[in-house]
């Protein structure tokens, strides 16, 4: 039997696809160990190849005690962070686009940041005075927690009354975002002088925050959530053909999307509690994996996450390069780079 035709035809057509796809994911993670190394050797002091790989080689009690103490308390702890949170931010923007069928849709859509904000500003603000069972130096983190899933469970609460739709979603979601963005402005101009300066650097988003705790606290929460997402892989990318295509083949849509909510809620605060808010990102992370695999979440979601982790990754080089002295939060370098690259989205959008 021949077995020439269109199948054969078809089936080599998807492992050359298939080849394509993994050699991106692999390039995309080259790439990142690259800038992870290039990250590591930059910095106010620096530190040339050959250090860095003496001191990673000796250890945390090496005997250069300084470098020991600058790349395993300072650099690492910084750069590890970056990872979590960019690979954190890249999948909650594609799995957010992906259920609100919205292509400038991120994690903060629904109000997560702003309900981020609002918790560590009343920390700041009120600090021990709120009388909660966490150590002093974990009060911020932790209400910023606590009020990301605040406002998650009011999102939650209007999906469950009206439904699950993309509409009601962003319509609640930005109903959240501007009740806590009121409420951060009014204990912004509450705050003291002393206080509204330390407000105002924890929005801007700096992994200066970053310490083992946070790194360990976030990757645990970010690793729980991998099973989830991978549970989800096939359903996401059935709804990507559309609404009616997804429901015709038996998936349920509302409890599609209000699953794939609380993960992505997760994801944003496991990233937005230890480092402040981080634009940009989850919005334009997702767009540059779907240009390079298409929209097989089967890929899509790895490369959103590596993508995610390489826009932060060169972010922190770039802050730490423009300023030799103290390095420029982060949020301020991904707000800056992320508005042309947000134009562009913009513009592709309108061609399609």
Known sequence: MSLSGPAPAASTAWRARARYRGAALAVALLALCALVLVDLMTGPSGMSAHDLWRTALS???????AAAAILFQIRLPQTVMSLIVGGA????????????????????????????????ALA????????????GWLLTPACAFASTLLATVLVWVVSRLKGSAPEILVLAGISVLFFFQSLQSLVQFMASPEVLQQIVFWLFGSLLKANWTAVKVSGVIVALCLPFIARETWALTTLRMGEANAESLGLDTDALRRRVFLITAAL????????GTIGFVGLIAPHVAR???????????????????????????????LSTGAAIPVGIVTAIAGIPMLALVILKHKET
């Open 291 to 321: 240009a390079i695999v298409g929209e097989d979440h089967r890929y899509a979601l790895p490369l959103a996450a590596i993508t995610g982790a390489v826009i932060l990754s060169s972010a922190s080089v770039a802050a730490k390069l």
């Open 59 to 65: 250890g945390p009690q090496g005997a250069d005690r």
């Open 89 to 120: 931010l890249g999948l909650a923007g594609l799995m957010m686009q992906t259920i609100l069928a919205n292509p400038l849709a991120s994690p903060f859509t629904l109000g997560f940041s702003a309900a981020a904000g609002f918790g560590a």
């Open 268 to 275: 944003t605060a496991a990233a937005v509690s230890f480092t």
């Open 124 to 135: 700041l603000m009120f600090g021990s005075a709120l009388a909660l069972p966490v150590p």
